[in-house]
């Protein structure tokens, strides 16, 4: 009987599908932002490159044996428990 049949598949580069989805996510969003004619090309270029260096550290990122999006996901879930948000609507005064 195999002994690592709870281990995920690697697809490409010993990415996961998970992984290998925010890194082709991360590069579609950065040649979208290079292609576009929103700004001057310098701000096009940082801002694929951000684009680009953001979903390698989604996709091959840990920190401390855990990949990068389970950090987000419970720090998300500790701030959602920690911090309420209560939304009052003005006093009108008659």
Do not use: C, H, N
Not at 56 to 63: F, K, Q, T
């Amino acid at each position: 009987m195999p002994l690592d049949v709870d281990l995920e598949d690697k697809l490409l580069y010993g990415l996961t599908p998970t992984r290998l989805v925010y890194l082709v996510v991360a590069l579609l969003a950065a040649f979208s932002a290079w292609s576009g004619r929103w700004a001057p090309a310098p701000i096009q270029a940082t801002a694929a490159i951000i684009l680009v260096a953001v979903g390698a550290g989604a996709a091959w990122g840990r920190w401390r044996g855990r990949a990068v999006d389970g950090w987000v996901a419970d720090l998300s879930a500790f701030v959602l428990a920690t911090y309420r948000v209560r939304w009052r609507w003005p006093r009108v005064r008659r």
